[in-house]
């Protein structure tokens, strides 16, 4: 099993440019959800989703578009990028809403100039 | 806003010492997790404790909930180089069928030899 990957590993963006960042599990989970990093402020939870075709949103959304039209993959969309979304970028996943172990990802740096 | 605070905030010790780092919340957790992160990589779960006074050893590192389930504890015994690294609490909600976690901002050790 590959885990969780996250691609791409490093992105430069200028402001309002979109992109997205693209999040796979191989390990059959049902829940997936993004995080952002930033220096002082720990790992808040952007949004997330408990199976294919249900999202939800977490303590930072704005800003930040997700689907999840498959189990495997959980993208994340940058709309219109600002400079206070430079950040590092974790995905993660779990087995389902009663086992709580959330496997990351390696992460995505982004800087939106 | 379940908010989880982590003391300290950096801690720098030389090899062979002890240290407890704490996790402290006015809210009620199901679980609390501990995970490390190393430079460049996504968090990796250590521990998972869900009932109040648990106490988990994973080799010399012990964890505690308390029995209230609002607060966390890690000690580590004699620590080594290798243990250097960002710690961080995350507290699983409470019920519901939206689970989340709040993560603490984190503590950064430095082993030093």
């Known amino acids: 099993n590959a885990g969780v990957t996250q691609t791409p590993k490093f992105q430069v963006l200028k402001t309002g440019q979109s992109m997205t960042l693209q999040c796979a599990q191989d390990?059959?989970?049902?829940?997936m959800s993004w995080y952002r990093q930033d220096p002082g402020m720990g790992l808040r939870l952007i949004h997330y989703?408990?199976?294919?075709?249900?999202?939800d949103q977490g303590e930072v959304p704005n800003g930040y578009n997700v689907s999840r039209s498959t189990t495997e993959d959980f993208p994340l969309r940058l709309l219109s990028a600002a400079p206070s979304q430079t950040s590092v970028y974790f995905c993660?996943?779990?087995?389902?809403?009663?086992?709580?172990?959330?496997?990351f990802g390696p992460g995505t740096r982004l800087l939106v100039l | 806003t379940q908010l989880l605070e982590q003391s300290p905030q950096f801690l720098s010790i030389q090899e062979g010492e002890n240290l407890t780092v704490y996790c402290n919340s006015s809210s009620v957790f199901s679980s609390l997790q501990w995970y490390r992160q190393e430079p460049g990589e996504g968090p990796v779960l250590l521990v998972t404790v869900v009932t109040g006074g648990e106490v988990k050893k994973l080799k010399r590192l012990t964890f505690q909930f308390g029995d209230a389930r609002k607060d966390s504890s890690l000690h580590i015994t004699a620590a080594q180089t290798g243990d250097t690294g960002l710690y961080l609490c995350a507290g699983g909600a409470s019920g519901g069928s939206n689970y989340k976690l709040t993560f603490g901002k984190g503590t950064l050790l430095t082993v030093n030899p």
């Open positions: 993660a996943s779990s087995y389902s809403r009663v086992r709580e172990t959330q496997y």
């Open positions: 989703s408990v199976g294919a075709g249900i999202t």
């Open positions: 390990m059959n989970h049902e829940y």
